[in-house]
């Protein structure tokens, strides 16, 4: 009688311009991200996966380093799997790295902490190569009193005011999140916002963001974003800021 093929956890740091794509999820009829590099592992292993990430990033949302993983009985060495994914995949998307890991690790609830950055770029022209990874914002604001606003979201808030409307979002699901820092800076001609958090609602930086213009404009003062961390409602938040300017730069976990 034959042995069965063992089965591995492996772990992958995945790079992805957002642009083209309809966000992370698998979509019926959509090309995805998720979708692609499932594609590319079954392409060179003949072997279907699922591959689930840290987290679903919207249409359009880029990031520097998503954290993925699947099992697989595939005994491809982890050393060549970014090159032979990249071979197969769109060039807008790059597996960085790939590690076998424990059996129980999962990306998205064993990560502690996910950091992410908006660019606000601010010149009158913004050039062609920049402009599909900004939100191009060439009008007035009062830069001091968004950089000023930015901490007042640090600790643990109900942000149900920057939460987009989500089917997971039950009547009892608690949109209470930490945020250990988050900070806004002028980098050049960009106004750059980092937060990391230990997680996120849907569209909940691009809202943030859309709320601090909001302040910049002089549309909203500081209580009043303040009493939007006590769980206000989605209606009492700023716009939601376009995807082309967001990032996910990291993933962390416990060592």
């Given at each position: ?21 309809h966000?992370w ?13 499932q ?25 520097r380093a ?38 129980a ?10 950091l ?43 942000f ?11 009547e ?22 980092r ?61």
């Amino acid at each position: 009688m034959l042995a069965s093929t063992p089965e591995r956890r492996i772990r992958i740091t995945v790079s992805y311009d957002g642009t083209q794509f309809h966000g992370w999820q698998v979509q019926p009829g959509l090309v995805t991200i998720q979708s692609e590099l499932q594609r590319a592992f079954q392409v060179i292993t003949k072997i279907p996966v699922t591959i689930q990430g840290s987290g679903r990033t919207d249409a359009g949302v880029h990031a520097r380093a998503q954290v993925a993983a699947f099992s697989t009985t595939s005994q491809i060495p982890c050393q060549n799997l970014p090159r032979a994914m990249n071979r197969v995949l769109p060039g807008a998307i790059r597996v960085l790295s790939a590690e076998e890991v424990a059996p129980a690790f999962h990306a998205r609830f064993d990560a502690v902490s996910k950091l992410y950055e908006y660019r606000l770029y601010r010149d009158e022209i913004c050039p062609p190569f920049d402009f599909p990874y900004v939100h191009h914002f060439p009008y007035p604001l009062d830069d001091a009193a968004m950089i000023a606003a930015a901490p007042l979201l640090e600790g643990e808030h109900d942000f149900s005011a920057f939460a987009a409307h989500d089917e997971r979002y039950t009547e009892d699901y608690s949109k209470v999140r930490t945020i250990f820092a988050s900070v806004l800076k002028r980098e050049g001609p960009a106004l750059v916002y980092r937060v990391r958090g230990s997680g996120f609602l849907k569209h909940m930086v691009r809202n943030i963001v859309g709320t601090l213009l909001e302040v910049g404009k002089g549309n909203l003062v500081n209580t009043q974003l303040q009493n939007m961390l006590r769980g206000a409602p989605r209606a009492e938040g700023g716009p939601t800021a376009p995807a082309s300017g967001l990032f996910l730069v990291e993933v962390t976990y416990k060592s």
